[in-house]
């Protein structure tokens, strides 16, 4: 019985008549859609592999790591001003020294600019040789220093100046 109905609707369908290029092309046509659908699922599949994965405990600890180097460097900074307002600029000045020369712990050393340059061994106070303040010249350039002094090689600049007070 219910082979009989279906062989009625069957012939009662419209009959469709195609020649065997085109049946070629249909199913060519259909293949490189269903092709080309799966490769672009393929593509869309390989770029979300390559995202890189964002670990939440990582960037948690890159922050704290982050919090905790800028911490650093402010209590370094401070110390650092605390240690040059409070330091004799004279050899042997640190703490961890037993005794306290007569000589200054600048070191000069002079740019390749022409500019001079003096920094204490114990504090890192930078005083440069156009510094306006004839107490910090006195003590960084006049005194004299346990220290050698040295030299950049020498260039020669059309604005002097200008180049020494670029090149610090
Ligand atoms: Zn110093």
């Known amino acids: 019985m219910a082979e009989e ?6 012939k009662a369908a419209p009959t469709l008549t195609i020649s065997m290029d085109e049946l070629q092309q249909l199913v060519t046509a259909a293949v490189s859609a269903a092709t080309q659908a799966s490769a672009a699922t393929v593509t869309a599949a390989v770029v979300e592999a390559k995202k890189p994965v964002v670990d939440e405990r990582h960037a948690y600890n890159d922050e704290q790591m982050r919090q905790y180097t800028k911490i650093q460097r402010e209590r370094d900074a401070e110390n650092t001003r605390i240690s040059q307002e409070s330091c004799p600029h004279r050899q042997g000045s640190s703490d961890l020294s037993s005794f306290q020369g007569p000589l200054s ?6 740019l ?6 003096a920094i204490c061994t114990n504090c890192l106070m930078k005083v ?18 346990g220290n050698g002094r040295s030299a950049a090689g020498q260039r020669h600049f059309r604005d002097p100046e200008k180049a020494m007070k670029a090149g610090r």
């Open 128 to 145: 440069y040789g156009d510094d306006d303040n004839p107490e910090h010249i006195k003590k960084a350039f006049r005194d004299k220093s």
């Open 112 to 117: 390749d600019t022409g500019l001079p340059v």
């Open 5 to 10: 109905k279906e062989t009625k609707a069957a």
């Open 105 to 110: 712990s600048f070191v000069v050393h002079v």
